[in-house]
């Protein structure tokens, strides 16, 4: 997955941007990431490019699943 947003992010169909993300959303994945994080690296002793590419498919479905459900119930998320 992390692969496709590479090549994406190249070809410019997406601008992936931290410019809209408020700062609940910024602290909840950087959070849950480096849970993830110690998990794969300590727990797992995986290699630091397969780490890094369960980092890059969690990161985007934390931040997607957060936004879908602050949209859902019409939450105010604090913008910093």
């Known amino acids: 997955?992390?692969?496709?947003?590479?090549?994406?992010?190249?070809?410019?169909?997406?601008?992936?941007?931290?410019?809209?993300?408020?700062?609940?959303?910024?602290?909840?994945?950087?959070?849950?990431?480096?849970?993830?994080?110690?998990?794969?690296?300590?727990y797992l002793r995986l290699s630091w490019a397969i780490t890094l590419s369960i980092c890059f498919s969690y990161s985007s479905s934390i931040v997607f699943i957060t936004t879908c459900i602050a949209y859902y119930f019409h939450l105010q998320l604090p913008t910093s």
């Open 1 to 42: 997955m992390s692969v496709v947003m590479l090549i994406q992010m190249g070809a410019h169909k997406f601008d992936i941007s931290d410019e809209n993300a408020s700062f609940v959303e910024v602290f909840v994945t950087t959070v849950i990431l480096f849970v993830i994080l110690l998990f794969a690296d300590l």
